[in-house]
């Protein structure tokens, strides 16, 4: 996994915390964020230069999870292809019923445009090629327009 760059997890640390005061509605201050977690005020300093104890390191990281934070964007060196938060449950419901949504529009467009084209007098040419493996799907429907 590699070293733990501690000038880098501090900077993510100061970033979160300006995140969180902006998702919040306003400016989180190291003074707010010390009462909040109940870490002093010094400390918190030492944790956002890149110092600081191993316990208030936790009680800070235990304190943006609960937050709606991903430990890993924070701690892992390369986190480019991590998101800064955790979807929460009801994050993933509304996203699964938007797909599902999206989905159906989908199929309702696709089966339109297959019945104009058809009525538009192009011929539609079957290719299994299309079929998702190891399923039941309707392959997809293919217009010869050369005709």
């Known amino acids: 996994m590699g070293d733990v760059d501690m000038a880098v997890i501090s900077q993510r640390l100061v970033s979160l915390r300006k995140h969180l005061g902006e998702q919040q509605g306003g400016n989180l ?22 110092n600081g104890a191993i316990v208030s390191m936790i009680i800070l990281l235990l304190f943006y999870r ?61 290719n299994k090629q299309f079929a998702p493996s190891g399923t039941d799907a309707e392959a997809p429907l293919v217009f010869d327009f050369t005709s």
Do not use: C
Not at 30 to 37: P, R, S, V
Not at 87 to 107: F, H, N, P, W, Y
């Open 29 to 50: 201050t190291i003074q707010d964020l010390a009462d909040n977690t109940g870490i002093p005020f010094h400390k918190m300093i030492r944790l956002e230069h890149g």
């Open 66 to 126: 609960t937050h709606g934070y991903n430990l890993d964007w924070i701690l892992f060196p390369d986190n480019a292809n991590i998101p800064m938060r955790v979807a929460s449950g009801d994050d993933a419901l509304v996203i699964s019923e938007m797909i599902k949504k999206l989905t159906s529009r989908l199929q309702e467009d696709y089966s339109e445009l297959t019945t104009h084209l058809t009525r538009l007098g192009y011929s539609s040419l079957e």
